[in-house]
């Protein structure tokens, strides 16, 4: 863990690297797929819409937005590479840093994932969440593959996934690098890292041919700071709800429709979230 944790953080410290590693990684799996079957599919995408967007507790955006993905997936099904965005349908008011007023800008996002699935119980995965919203419309300069702590919207979380039970997941994220605001600034002006841990729990409770309903728990704390990535002064429980997924038919399709409701007792915030699958 120490050596991959190591090898994460030389990717970040140089801005050039991390796309040719992805660049690298591509056109070895590409190769690798020309000796597999014509039936074989590496390449998936998807599309959702959403009337909110949230995360770990968070709300990431308010408003309706809309999200796609596309992945590629060994034939194994153990390796996962893909890219995740989201643009909003309605802006959010940002604050410019020159003339202080309020001016709107839309959410946009595009996250960078890869997951290696040891067997059907246990993954690990990284995540590179690049949300630029606002960037340019405050005043500052926009620059993708930036992991600056004070640039506030690069930053790489390592999680870890463990199936206890063919239905109950537990699932654990750390933030590596101290980027966009997981930092305590000191007394003499020094910004500590975080290191900030969430962990979470969630079960599916019911199920029947078309619907089920899971449950889930989740908390942020830190080993080295009193302030966390999702918390102000100490590690708290963040993330509390449960999710409704039913698969809709509409003549010979099958529309999947997830209903999160989600309550975050640090920030006295309770919301419903409404996902819908496009495909």
């Given at each position: 863990?120490?050596?991959f944790t190591c090898f994460l953080k030389r990717m970040i410290k140089h801005q050039l690297v991390l796309p040719a590693v992805l660049i690298l990684i591509t056109n070895n799996l590409l190769a690798q797929d020309n000796?597999?079957?014509?039936?074989?599919?590496?390449?998936?995408?998807?599309?959702?819409?959403?009337?909110?967007?949230?995360?770990?507790?968070?709300?990431?955006?308010?408003?309706?937005?809309?999200?796609?993905?596309?992945?590629?997936?060994?034939?194994?099904?153990?390796?996962?590479?893909?890219?995740?965005?989201?643009?909003?349908?309605?802006?959010?008011?940002?604050?410019?840093?020159?003339?202080?007023?309020?001016?709107?800008?839309?959410?946009?996002?595009?996250?960078?994932?890869?997951?290696?699935?040891?067997?059907?119980?246990?993954?690990?995965?990284?995540?590179?969440?690049?949300?630029?919203?606002?960037?340019?419309?405050?005043?500052?300069?926009?620059?993708?593959?930036?992991?600056?702590?004070?640039?506030?919207?690069?930053?790489?979380?390592?999680?870890?996934?463990?199936?206890?039970?063919?239905?109950?997941?537990?699932?654990?994220?750390?933030?590596?690098?101290?980027?966009?605001?997981?930092?305590?600034?000191?007394?003499?002006?020094?910004?500590?890292?975080?290191?900030?841990?969430?962990?979470?729990?969630?079960?599916?409770?019911?199920?029947?041919?078309?619907?089920?309903?899971?449950?889930?728990?989740?908390?942020?704390?830190?080993?080295?700071?009193?302030?966390?990535?999702?918390?102000?002064?100490?590690?708290?429980?963040?993330?509390?709800?449960?999710?409704?997924?039913?698969?809709?038919?509409?003549l010979d399709y099958k529309l999947p429709v997830d209903v999160t409701l989600m309550w975050n007792p640090e920030q006295e915030r309770t919301v419903i979230q409404i996902d819908i699958t496009l495909f």
């Amino acid at each position: 863990m120490a050596m991959f944790t190591c090898f994460l953080k030389r990717m970040i410290k140089h801005q050039l690297v991390l796309p040719a590693v992805l660049i690298l990684i591509t056109n070895n799996l590409l190769a690798q797929d020309n000796n597999t079957q014509n039936n074989y599919n590496p390449f998936s995408v998807s599309a959702h819409v959403k009337n909110m967007h949230t995360w770990h507790g968070f709300v990431v955006h308010p408003g309706a937005l809309f999200a796609s993905s596309i992945e590629y997936n060994s034939k194994n099904k153990k390796f996962t590479f893909g890219f995740w965005g989201g643009a909003s349908f309605s802006p959010i008011d940002v604050k410019n840093l020159e003339t202080s007023k309020n001016v709107s800008a839309y959410y946009k996002e595009v996250s960078i994932y890869t997951k290696y699935r040891f067997s059907k119980f246990f993954f690990i995965e990284a995540v590179s969440h690049n949300n630029y919203t606002g960037v340019e419309e405050r005043g500052d300069q926009l620059q993708f593959w930036s992991y600056d702590k004070t640039q506030g919207y690069n930053f790489v979380d390592v999680n870890f996934g463990y199936n206890i039970t063919p239905n109950t997941l537990l699932y654990l994220a750390t933030i590596i690098n101290g980027g966009s605001g997981d930092y305590e600034v000191q007394k003499d002006g020094s910004l500590k890292d975080s290191w900030t841990h969430y962990f979470e729990i969630n079960s599916k409770v019911w199920q029947n041919k078309d619907a089920s309903l899971s449950l889930f728990a989740g908390g942020a704390w830190s080993f080295i700071t009193d302030k966390t990535f999702y918390t102000a002064n100490a590690g708290n429980i963040i993330n509390v709800g449960a999710t409704y997924n039913k698969q809709i038919s509409l003549l010979d399709y099958k529309l999947p429709v997830d209903v999160t409701l989600m309550w975050n007792p640090e920030q006295e915030r309770t919301v419903i979230q409404i996902d819908i699958t496009l495909f």
